[in-house]
């Protein structure tokens, strides 16, 4: 079946929600996505898939509670209790272990076998600032978990490089308004958002008082000034969660980042759970899904690049570096999606090389592990693991993120309209490597706007008047005052222009280029006496221009969950779906 052309688009109005398939209809998916994954037969490295799912399952909600706990003891009212958090997986303390055979996810206690059989949505976004249209994914996920008594988990993209590490702001202030971009951090694009920790305070101060300088002088404004110290007092609340959530020991740019919207993600009561994929990574489900990859990794590559090819194809997008570039073959070199890097330092690309009966792990340029291909899968397993024990970190990119989601844990994935486009050519990738059907996905995006009063204009309007700029370069004349116009002199040029535009009807090529070379410096002297005129059309044309500026900045969908008043999200997003 070839590959199907879905069209994604972004809601462009205030409160729009895009969904499909609509609400009423996702219970059904998941069952349908339940029944098709318990039929799937084939093997993972000699493993049968169910058992290798079931095992998966337990393994990354274990995780995810132990993460979530730790979030959840940041945001303790009672601070004699001790501070569970830890950022790193491998880095459990002992107050975090659970036993194998049961968990305790919001007051209900589950065995493996629940766990196995339970509906888990989930969903997935960088550790970023969210705004509005990310956010609705949390509240979708814990909507159907209610609804389908199952569990909500979020993930983590905490793997992904740090190019979003800051906020959008208002600028109205100035003559023309303008979106202002504001850095947490610097210099990170390609550090994972893993490795960043915060050494002091003083970065996130700084980062405060430049959102808190940008919205103080939109204060000066007072038709909006009620709306910014609304916006203000938000961002203030938010930012000092945060140094609370420092000052008992979380310094990493996830942990405070995600502590900071699971703090109100309670108000609007989401008990999702939380797992970073740096945590999910550390599963044996995990490490038998690189294993699979990478002994089948020219397969692999090659089905990935003609998936690729045939979405460039069916959407007619010629550069090869979009939606995703190309896995690299050179020879027995092999590119595969998946990400290699040194604890702190930067993400490089993975290649596999087959050398007779080894397997080496290369970032490109140094071997980081070689696996041998006759021997038990375990022994090469237990070398996986080895790599994280000398802090060398193998995580997946976008597609194999999603892929080991929806395959090996989840019940439904929630995307928004970005992973939905890379996610249709996932599953053309698991339908030919794996040989199944994949499980569908469920796709939501929503727009919703700062509490601030748009101007009544749009570029029609701005077109219209630009028109009569272009009309009176051309004929003047027309836009003369009744006085200039009975001058001699004014008079006497209209009548040589007419006489000209009467000659160019019947002159040759060269005398109609003469001719109109001439009326163009007629226009020119013309134009000079309607100066006025001119500046006032002018100047309607940079107020309306001003107006559409700003209007384009109120009317910016990606302002952080931070800014926006509490009332103006709630009154929104606990009717969502209603």
């Known amino acids: 079946m070839a590959m199907k052309n879905i069209t994604y688009e972004i809601p462009k109005n205030n409160k729009e929600v895009f969904l499909e398939p609509a609400i009423e209809h ?32 337990m393994e990354v909600v274990r995780r995810a509670v132990c993460y979530t706990n730790g979030i959840k003891s940041l945001l303790r009212k009672d601070k ?47 550790p970023i ?36 590490g800051f906020m959008y702001v208002p600028i109205l202030s100035e003559k023309s308004a303008s979106v202002g971009k504001v850095a947490l951090v610097r210099n990170k694009d390609h550090v994972a958002y893993e490795e960043i920790v915060f050494d002091d305070f003083g970065i996130i101060h700084q980062f405060k008082e430049e959102v808190i300088n940008l919205l103080s002088k939109n204060i000066l ?31 990493d740019m996830v942990g405070l980042l995600t502590a900071a919207r699971k703090s109100l993600e309670e108000d609007f009561g989401i008990e999702n759970l939380e797992a970073p994929v740096s945590w999910m990574c550390d599963t044996d489900g995990f490490y038998h899904f ?16 003609e998936k690729l090819a045939e979405y460039r194809s069916i959407h007619k997008i010629r550069s090869k570096a979009n939606p995703l570039p190309d896995l690299k073959v050179l020879g027995d070199s092999i590119e595969i999606p ?77 995307h928004g309209i970005g992973g939905a486009k890379y996610d249709t050519i996932t599953d053309e990738i698991i339908k030919e ?80 280029k003469r001719y109109f070379r001439q009326i163009k410096e007629l226009n020119k002297l013309l134009l000079t006496r309607i100066n006025p005129e001119l500046k006032k059309i002018q100047g309607e044309i940079n107020a309306m221009s001003d107006k559409l500026a700003y209007n384009e900045v109120v009317r910016f969908r990606e302002y952080p969950l931070c800014l926006y008043p509490k009332k103006i999200l709630r009154d929104y997003l606990l009717n969502v779906f209603s």
Request: contains cysteine; neutral net charge; aromatic residues 10%.
């Open 433 to 512: 490597f794996f040989g199944i059907d994949p499980p569908g996905f469920v796709t939501i995006s929503a727009t919703l706007y700062l509490p601030l009063d748009a101007y009544d204009s749009d570029e029609r309007e701005l077109y219209d008047i630009q028109r009569s700029i272009d009309d009176m370069s051309y004929n003047p004349e027309r836009y003369a005052p009744q006085k200039t116009r009975n001058e001699p002199e004014f008079m006497n040029r209209v009548k040589e222009k007419q006489r000209l535009l009467k000659m160019m009807t019947v002159g040759n090529a060269d005398e109609k």
């Open 129 to 164: 600032l969210y705004h509005p249209g990310i956010w609705v994914k949390n509240h979708l996920t814990q909507n159907l978990a209610k609804r389908l008594s199952g569990i909500g988990i979020n993930m983590i993209v905490d793997n992904d490089a740090c190019n979003m």
């Open 221 to 251: 404004r007072e038709d909006v000034k009620t709306t910014m110290e609304d916006m203000q007092d938000m961002f203030g609340q938010f930012i000092n969660r945060i140094g609370e959530y420092y000052q008992q020991g979380c310094s």
């Open 80 to 126: 004699s209790v001790p501070c569970l958090y830890v950022r790193n997986s491998t880095h459990k303390i002992e107050s975090w272990r659970v036993t194998q055979d049961k968990l305790c996810i919001n007051e209900l206690t589950l065995d493996h076998e629940t766990i196995k059989n339970i509906p888990i949505i989930q969903t997935g976004h960088e």
């Open 338 to 414: 998946f990400w290699v890097w040194v604890a702190g330092g930067q993400r490089a690309k993975c290649y596999v090389v087959n050398e007779g009966e080894n397997i080496k792990i290369t970032d490109g340029a140094e071997v980081l592990v070689t696996l041998k291909k006759g021997d038990e899968v375990i022994n090469n397993i237990t070398r996986l693991k080895t790599l994280m024990e000398v802090g060398i970190k193998i995580r997946p990119r976008a597609i194999t993120t999603t892929m080991f989601s929806r395959l090996f844990f989840s019940d439904v994935f929630i």
């Open 26 to 57: 996702i219970p059904e998916l998941v069952l349908g996505n339940r029944r098709k994954i318990h039929g799937y037969k084939f093997e993972i490295n000699g493993i049968p898939f169910q058992v290798l799912r079931d095992k998966t399952r």
């Open 290 to 305: 690189l294993l699979h990859i990478l002994y089948e990794a020219e397969r692999f590559a090659k089905i990935y690049n």
